[in-house]
């Protein structure tokens, strides 16, 4: 069985335990083979893994989901069993945030207000706050991000270089099912119709990775994306192209198309990267 702390005290004795290169993966739990490869990504690069469960709430709006988030410690522990993990860090709220909700948080800049700052005010601020506090009670050498989530990883690479924080941030490729669906906890709200809706949000980033791959310029490659998304079954938030550090308006080169959408009640992003041909 893999090692649990559930208690700040516990987590420091197990992790002072940890000799040569730690590794963490954070997460929210409701683990699935995108967090499974994570974890074996870590475990190659590591002499121990350390995994975070733990539903932040400093990054859930009002109307959000944290409630019905789903919690499913036994099955988590168990993927991190598999994938080698030697120790869990699950607590309570109280052992993160043992004096209520911070009043000091971390600001992610310009670039934590745009795209998924947009719709959900103060989440990265949020997430910022709980990925720093993990990493100074983790102390690991590295830290394995998925591009699945890839504002947040850009966003944490940032964090990391403007605050002189001493981890390696390691991006890991989105996992995706044989039909394109990107992995994500949140598809479990997805009915059988709604998954089957979900699939025009890779169909949207494939069909403008083609466009590029035809050699056509981003705005070709934007129309190809929207042309291939099912307004009719989806509610697009939005469909942008940016460079690979998620600045605006790339012409040439590698570039990352970014896609938000809303299948009925559930709300799901995905990206891709995109190369684009210099311009003639
Ligand atoms: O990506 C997630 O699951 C969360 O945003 C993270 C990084 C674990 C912080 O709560």
């Known amino acids: 069985m893999v090692d649990v702390a559930h208690t700040r005290k516990e987590l420091a004795a197990a992790r ?9 993966v954070m997460t929210m739990g409701a683990l699935h083979a995108g967090h499974e490869t994570l974890l074996r990504a870590a475990r190659e690069r590591a002499d121990h893994v350390i995994v975070t469960i ?4 400093l990054q859930f709006g009002p109307n959000e989901d944290f409630d019905r988030y789903p919690r499913t410690l036994d099955s988590d522990l168990e993927v991190c069993r598999r994938a080698g993990a ?4 699950a607590p309570p709220v109280a052992e993160v945030y043992p004096g209520g909700q911070p009043s000091v948080r971390l600001d992610p800049g310009p670039l934590g207000a745009d795209l998924e700052g947009l719709s959900r005010p103060g989440f990265f601020h949020g997430v910022l706050t709980v990925v720093l506090k993990l990493l100074q009670l983790t102390r690991p050498g590295l830290a394995f991000f998925g591009e699945k989530d890839y504002q947040q990883l850009i966003l944490v690479r940032r964090m990391v270089r403007d605050l002189d ?8 490729p989105t996992v995706r099912e ?3 669906l990107a992995l994500s906890s949140r598809n479990r ?4 119709d709604e998954r089957r809706a979900a699939l025009s949000l890779s169909a949207a980033l494939r069909a403008g990775a083609a466009a590029a791959e035809r050699g056509e310029d981003g705005g070709a490659v934007l129309t ?6 099912d307004a009719s079954a989806v509610r697009l938030d939005y469909l942008v192209l940016t460079d690979v550090d998620l600045e605006p308006g ?3 080169g590698p570039a990352r198309l970014l896609i938000a959408a809303w299948v009925g009640a559930t709300r799901l992003i995905d990206n891709a990267a995109i190369d684009l041909a210099p311009r003639s």
Do not use: C, Q, R
């Open 16 to 24: 002072n335990a940890l000799t040569g290169t730690v590794a963490v």
């Open 54 to 57: 733990f539903v932040n709430p």
């Open 86 to 89: 030697d120790l869990v860090f």
């Open 165 to 172: 924080v001493p981890t390696e941030i390691v991006g890991v």
């Open 178 to 180: 044989p039909d394109g």
């Open 189 to 192: 709200y997805l009915s059988a």
């Open 224 to 229: 190809a994306a929207h042309l291939a998304l």
């Open 250 to 252: 790339p012409v040439a």
